[in-house]
């Protein structure tokens, strides 16, 4: 039976067998095996994990990079104070210098109203702060109250006459305004002045300070101190506070102070390529497994209509095997005569292997003149094709013997009808006519194992003259035996003695041996079955008769 | 029985004479049967009208049942003259049980 491996072919093969009543394939759709839910499954995790992984180090190489903005963008943020410094630090280091509080004016007029609102310059004397100068608005610091005392006094006692001070910062907070106070001192030949500036921060923390370009592409809010609230807000660049995403953080010292700026990317820095490697992971993974599941599932569909097959293959084989049992039986004669002063037993057996419709023959038939005819044979080869010319070998030779022929000559008359090219097959077939009267018994063998005659406890095999098989021969010789009374003919195809690897003489004599033990015929033909043909498996068919001459 | 070879492998040659010489070797059964018959029907089976040589070289063919038979026969019949080439003595026996020594005769 062909292999079919394809779900449609099997489900045709399997509902054309519907009538010889091979169960139909199950209609409703299977549940799918759990080998392949399983492989989704593990398949579902390993993707998830892959992409948890890839994620994750995106994230953190993504971090690396906007710390490393961060430093960039906080180094230029540093020029903040600096420039601060240097604007209040001029004008007070000239006036320090000269005494001429009038370069304080010209020095700071420039940098008022903008980017100070207001600019005060006090000397110290004796540690108090002094009003000397004062331009734009007024202060938002109560220049006389303690905390300005101490904020200028700060700024003072950090100045020596051989450097400038440090910027001292001060943020101030009205509920309406805010403002960064900026004090700085300058000491030379005994004077020291300290310049206070205040700048206003604008409502919407813009432009303040000059960022440069590391924050170009940065969305970022620069708070006072190290908290990051709204009312420590300096500066932003965004509406969207406070600022989430990949952080980058970086303190910038601000004078006295620090600043904190907190930054994140409007895009990734690594290109939104490494972004979606993990979505593109994530979908490949789940690709890959949807598919792998589905094979899975499509092999394991198929074993199981494979497995169904080899069920179906099984049955058809039983089946066809109980209808070859029932074709041999049929083909093979169901009475023989049964002449007083004689007794025939016969048996056949199939081979244990394969599809036993075999070749073997055998038949018995009166003749006028109180004379039996019989034959057995062989046609080479199994199946349906020598079982079929098998039938044909026998009616005809019991047709010619029944007709008058001498059996040599019925064996040259059937061997015209049976052709090795034609057929495929040969034929080996003996034949003999016995006189019930005389125990006479004249045979012609085609090719066929020879007869055995057991006297008593004796078994030997019959010479005589042998021609070739049916098919190839034309011209046979028949030779003539003398029975005594009891004497037992045994008849027998090569099945009953062949084993592959010894001599067909060993064979024989191993079924003389066995057929010395028994005197009743039908226990010998019991005897020897059992003796020759137990527990081997063959694929050969067996046939042997027995003819006991009791006059 | 197991040991033996269960394949059939065939060579086609010829003699110093131009004989062609199949030579089967393993066990000719059911199995090699086809191959076997594709062997001889590549030489001619007769020479101008004349069955001609073959010569089968049993010398390692260990195994040989009816079917085997059947492609020797076959040959036969389509016209070649066969000679067998050192056949075992259980291959010669089957040869002489079935009556065929004179039609499948065994080189000297």
Redesign the interface.
């Known amino acids: 039976m062909s292999v079919v491996d394809e779900d449609g072919a099997a489900a045709r093969a399997a509902s054309g067998r519907h009538d010889a009543g091979i169960p139909d394939r199950p209609r409703s759709r299977p549940r799918p095996h759990g080998l392949s839910l399983t492989v989704l499954v593990i398949g579902l995790v390993v993707t998830a994990a892959l992409a948890v992984v890839s994620r994750l180090n995106y994230a953190h190489n993504e971090q690396h990079q906007v710390s490393t903005q961060a430093q960039l963008a906080g180094a230029a943020l540093t020029a903040a104070p600096i420039d601060i410094q240097r604007l209040l630090g001029r004008p007070t280091t000239s006036v320090a210098a000269s005494g001429d509080l009038g370069l304080f004016d010209s020095g700071m007029k420039r940098q008022v109203p903008k980017p100070f609102v207001s600019a005060q310059l006090f000397r110290m004397v004796d540690g108090s702060p002094h009003l000397v100068r004062s331009l734009g608005k007024s202060t938002q610091l109560d220049t006389s109250s303690g905390a300005a005392r101490t904020l200028l006094g700060k700024a003072a006692s950090s100045a020596t006459p051989a450097s400038n001070g440090t910027l001292v910062v001060t943020r101030l907070a009205t509920a309406t305004t805010q403002r960064l106070g900026y004090a700085f001192a300058a000491t030379a030949l005994g004077r020291t002045y300290v310049a206070y500036a205040e700048q206003t921060l604008p409502g919407d923390r813009r432009e303040v300070l000059k960022s440069g370009s590391p924050l170009a592409d940065m969305d970022f809010a620069l708070y006072y101190g190290k908290r990051q609230t709204s009312s420590t807000l300096v500066e932003t660049n965004t509406d969207d506070l406070p600022i989430t995403g990949t952080l980058g953080r970086v303190t910038i010292p601000f004078g006295d102070q620090v600043l904190t700026a907190v930054m994140t990317p409007r895009s990734p820095l690594l290109g939104t390529f490494a972004q979606s490697i993990a979505w593109m992971i994530a979908a490949a993974g789940l690709l890959l497994t949807a598919v792998v599941a589905l094979l899975t599932e499509r092999l394991l569909r198929r074993r199981a209509v494979a497995e169904q097959l080899a069920a179906v293959t099984d049955q058809l084989y039983r089946a066809e095997r109980g209808v070859a049992e029932t074709l041999q039986t049929a083909l093979l004669p169901k009475h023989l005569p049964r002449p007083p002063g004689l007794a025939i037993a016969t048996r056949y057996l199939g081979g244990t292997e394969g599809i036993n419709v075999g070749g073997d023959w055998y038949d018995v038939v009166d003749l006028p003149g109180d004379r039996i005819f019989f034959t057995i044979g ?1 046609v ?2 199994r199946g349906l094709s020598a079982a079929t010319t098998m039938s044909r070998l026998r009616h005809s030779i019991t047709a010619y013997a029944v007709e008058g022929n001498d059996p040599a000559m019925v064996l040259t008359k059937v061997s015209g009808l049976i ?3 034609r057929d ?3 034929a ?1 077939a003996l034949c003999g006519i016995l006189d019930l009267g005389t125990g006479i018994v004249t045979v012609a ?3 066929h ?1 020879p007869l055995l005659r057991k006297d008593g406890l004796v078994v030997e095999p019959i010479e005589g003259p ?4 049916l ?3 034309s011209q046979y010789d028949t030779a003539d035996i003398t029975l005594t009374p009891g004497t037992v003919v045994l008849a027998y195809t ?1 099945g009953l003695v ?8 060993v064979g024989i004599a191993r079924l003389c041996r066995v057929a010395s033990t028994a005197t009743d015929l039908e226990t010998l033909l019991d005897t020897v079955v059992t003796g020759l043909l137990d527990d081997r498996p063959s694929t050969d068919d067996a046939a042997i008769m027995g003819v006991q001459w009791n006059p | 029985m197991e040991s033996i070879d269960q394949t059939l492998s065939i060579a086609v040659g010829s003699d110093p004479d131009g004989t062609p010489v199949i030579a089967f070797a393993g066990a000719l059964d059911l199995t090699g049967t086809a191959d076997a018959e594709r062997a001889f029907a590549v030489l001619p089976a007769s020479v101008n009208g004349a069955p001609a040589d073959v010569v089968v070289d049993m010398t390692d063919l260990a195994f040989m049942d009816s079917a085997g038979l059947t492609v020797l026969l076959l040959a036969l019949k389509q016209g070649h003259a066969i000679r067998l080439r050192r056949p075992t003595s259980i291959i010669r026996r089957l040869i002489a049980a079935t009556g065929l020594t004179e039609l499948l005769p065994v080189e000297p």
């Open positions: 062989d080479s080869g052709d090795v090219v495929g097959h040969f080996t063998n085609a090719g194992l042998l021609g070739p098989p098919g190839v021969g090569d062949e084993r592959r690897d010894e001599s067909i003489d």
